[in-house]
Nanobody, 125 residues
């Protein structure tokens, strides 16, 4: 079992930056791949970014590429999402997720076994 707790959300103006954190417990983070997803009001949850269990591979949604960076600190059992140049369309509840199985499609929401409770990010124009 893996328990995930997100933090770092808030209300910011367009162009600002935020760093989200996802603290894991119950299992060593170094053995799981991690992802960030988001869900805007009235929309389905969508993929944002993922990092492999080795940390060697990352992948981003086109909408955030070049602005967001996912990273992991296995020593702290924490994954981060650095969000720069935020836009109003980035407003959503952001969730982190974890999966220990290998060879799954890390872009797919259904691939993940464990989810955090989410943290709200609101970007005003």
């Amino acid at each position: 079992q893996v328990q995930l707790v997100e933090s770092g959300g808030g209300l910011v103006q367009a162009g600002a930056s935020l760093r989200l954190s996802c603290a894991a417990s119950g299992r060593t983070l170094g053995s799981v791949s991690m992802g960030w997803f988001r869900q805007a009001p009235g929309k389905e949850r969508e993929f944002v970014a993922t990092v492999s269990w080795t940390g060697g591979s990352t992948y981003y949604a086109d909408s955030v590429k070049g602005r967001f960076t996912i990273s992991r600190d296995n020593g702290k059992n924490t994954v981060y999402l650095q969000m720069n140049s935020l836009k109003p369309e980035d407003t959503a509840v952001y969730y982190c997720a974890a999966v220990s199985r290998r060879g799954v499609n890390l872009i797919r929401e259904a691939s993940y076994d464990y989810w955090g409770q989410g943290t709200q990010v609101t970007v005003s124009s």
